[in-house]
């Protein structure tokens, strides 16, 4: 909950932030998406293993 809630005040700095260019934005977005996948992943295999 901590991650997610974290990665959205990211994301939402990344949105309306200092990052307000579209190319840092787009840039911001994929690299949010990829640290969102790999937590996802990792709570997933973590749930599995238990």
Known sequence: LLVLLFGWGVSYHFMYGDYAEPEIRRWA???A???NLAV???IVLLLTQM
């Open 29 to 31: 977005l994929v690299t």
């Open 33 to 35: 998406g990829m640290l």
């Open 40 to 42: 996802l992943t990792l």
